[in-house]
């Protein structure tokens, strides 16, 4: 049967699952409902996790992944895909062959490789993975610093390193660079992005939340302005401003030491679809 050529659009996110709702794909269908898309999920990863930390992990099988990846492309148009935690070489393989196969294009990649305890999430096989098959075909590789350091290789100290490291992460093969300052120092946050010809500086005031699932939303935030029409550089300039107004209004549902992003404070919107800011 012919599917019928009003339908929504969807964004994907290919993620892994929070079971204390503040990070992975709980984080990312909030932020795309928040921006009026309908959201689709492949589960890559299983955790049990609250507030206070992660309890375990658990890994479905690649072809249950791959099942959950062609069902949802034979039947959605999906306008933008974002591509969360993906545990092993395995997974990364599988998702991207399922990319290929699918045609599947606005990819926004989230290289969640290091906790926030330091410890790095990814073999070496994966972390190699990952470079090789996922980052050129990345619309937006959206690393924090930690990340963009271990994709290179190297510190980056300042933000005339931030400028440097981004041209670099660019020449991996991504389209655009968004590289995140939110872990680096001083009272201004610089979120810095990149395409090879022009480099956009977003500044926002340091607030002072320690924030669960804020490179989830980003991302997520991104991919839906992507599949609603954005180009990256305005796609970037709106998520960076929608996370850090959901940053302003966080809460603690739960007794750790983390804040849940409020992802329904931009509700109300624009005539044109902007979120109000």
């Known amino acids: 049967m012919k599917q019928q050529d009003d339908r929504p659009t969807s964004v994907l996110s290919i993620a892994g699952s929070d079971s204390g709702g503040g990070a992975g794909i709980q984080a990312d269908l909030k932020t795309f409902a928040a921006h009026g898309v309908h959201g689709l999920t492949a589960i890559a990863a299983l955790t049990a996790q609250n507030t206070r930390g992660v309890r375990a992990i ?122 995140k300052g939110g872990h680096g120092d001083g009272e201004t946050v610089v979120d810095l992005w990149f395409d090879g010809i022009e480099r956009v500086e977003f500044a926002h005031p340091r607030l002072p939340v320690e924030g669960h699932g804020t490179g989830c939303t980003l991302s997520s935030a991104i991919a839906a302005q992507l599949a609603l029409g954005r180009t990256a550089r305005d796609a970037c300039r709106l998520a960076c401003d929608y996370v850090h107004g959901a940053l302003r209004h966080a809460t603690r549902p739960g007794t750790g030491p983390v804040s849940v992003l409020a992802h329904e404070w931009n509700r109300q919107r624009t005539a044109d679809g902007d979120a109000t800011r």
């Not at 306008?79 to 045609?103: P, V």
């Not at 790095?120 to 096989?125: E, F, N, S, W």
Request: charged letters at 15%; glycine letters at 4%.
């Open 58 to 179: 658990h890994a479905p099988p690649t072809a249950f992944l791959a099942d959950q990846l062609d069902a949802l492309f034979e039947d959605f148009s999906i306008g933008a895909t974002k591509i969360g935690m993906l545990a092993t070489a395995d997974i990364i393989e599988c998702t991207a062959a399922a990319l290929d196969r699918h045609a599947a294009g606005n990819i926004v990649l989230d290289p969640v490789m290091v906790a926030s305890t330091g410890a790095t999430l990814l073999a070496p096989d994966a972390l190699a993975a990952l470079r090789e098959q996922l980052v050129p075909r990345a619309a937006v590789l959206t690393p924090n610093l930690p990340e963009a350091q271990l994709l290179l290789g190297r510190s980056i100290a300042d933000l005339d390193a931030m400028r440097v490291a981004a041209v670099d992460l660019h020449a991996m093969g991504a389209a655009s660079v968004l590289l």
